[in-house]
């Protein structure tokens, strides 16, 4: 069994900076990628950034440049610089992984519980 547990999440006013974490743990094999997505109540949850094992990163067009993802992998962890936040930014951020277990070698997604990031004057 894997989990993953965010936090970070908060309220800020448009401008302002937050960090998000993510932690991964139980039986881990091992950790392709993992990233974090974001979703408004009554629309589709949408990429926000993903980062391999690699390093390799994608960013959402709408982020680009205002937000910052990194990994820990000895920690299994990712983390989301977020900056310069605006209103529309505004949403459930939830982390994802894909992920393997030592029990099963093939990956699967793995999503955390979802953190509440409020950017309002």
């Known amino acids: 069994q894997v989990q993953l547990v965010e936090s970070g999440g908060g309220s800020v006013q448009p401008g302002g900076s937050l960090r998000l974490s993510c932690a991964a743990s139980?039986?881990?094999?091992?950790?392709?990628?993992m990233g974090w997505y974001r979703q408004v109540q009554g629309k589709q949850r949408e990429l926000v950034a993903t980062?391999?094992?690699?390093?390799?990163?994608t960013y959402a067009d709408s982020v680009k440049g205002r937000y910052t993802i990194s990994r820990d992998n000895a920690k299994n962890t990712v983390y989301l610089e977020m900056n310069s936040l605006k209103p529309e930014d505004t949403a459930v951020y939830f982390c994802?992984?894909?992920?393997?277990?030592?029990?099963?070698?093939?990956?699967?997604?793995?999503w955390g519980q979802g953190t509440q990031v409020t950017v309002s004057s």
């Open positions: 980062i391999t094992s690699g390093g390799s990163t």
């Open positions: 139980g039986s881990i094999g091992g950790i392709t990628a």
């Open positions: 994802h992984g894909r992920i393997s277990t030592v029990q099963v070698a093939t990956t699967r997604d793995y």
